[in-house]
């Protein structure tokens, strides 16, 4: 089982494809958006918006294995994510809005850092990355070719 959780506003214009990926993996995923903080500075954004992660985080995932999607995580590829989530039965990929999280507040709590890409992607685009890369691994875990 996997869960996406999201500071997300509204991906309702791009959706269609995250849609056909939540289709394709049925109950295996969950996808949670989380309406970000709003009419604040941007450090008092990111305070809330972490304070709210930390809060659903342990009332919702506490025995869950946690993932924040961080630029200062490992460098993944398809074939080592599998890996990496094939050992765990819960797993929670933590994305966060553009302004951030903080970070160290989260060291806590997840149990890793990772990355799929050295490139910035607009929110709802990393979703989609996400939400396919966790496709390919479940491909890869049940024997068939992920290359089409």
């Not at 954004?45 to 809060?55: A, G, L, M, S, Y």
């Not at 060291?107 to 910035?120: A, H």
Request: proline fraction near 2%; charged fraction near 25%.
């Amino acid at each position: 089982m996997y869960t996406i959780l999201s500071i997300s506003d509204s991906d309702k214009h791009r959706n269609s494809a995250i849609q056909e990926y939540e289709k394709r993996l049925g109950k295996m995923v969950c996808i949670e958006n989380i309406k970000p903080a709003k009419n604040w500075s941007q450090e008092q954004i990111i305070k809330q918006d972490t304070e709210n992660i930390i809060q659903i985080l342990n009332k919702k995932y506490q025995q869950h294995y946690k993932i924040l999607m961080s630029k200062d995580g490992k460098l993944l590829t398809t074939e080592e994510l599998e890996k990496t989530v094939h050992k765990q039965n819960h797993v929670v990929f933590i994305i966060w809005w553009p302004y951030g999280l903080q970070e160290n507040q989260l060291d806590s709590i997840t149990n890793e850092k990772i990355w799929l890409w050295k490139i910035t992607l607009p929110h709802w685009l990393a979703k989609l990355t996400l939400i396919e890369q966790i496709y390919r691994c479940e491909t890869i875990r049940s024997g068939k070719s992920y290359h089409y």
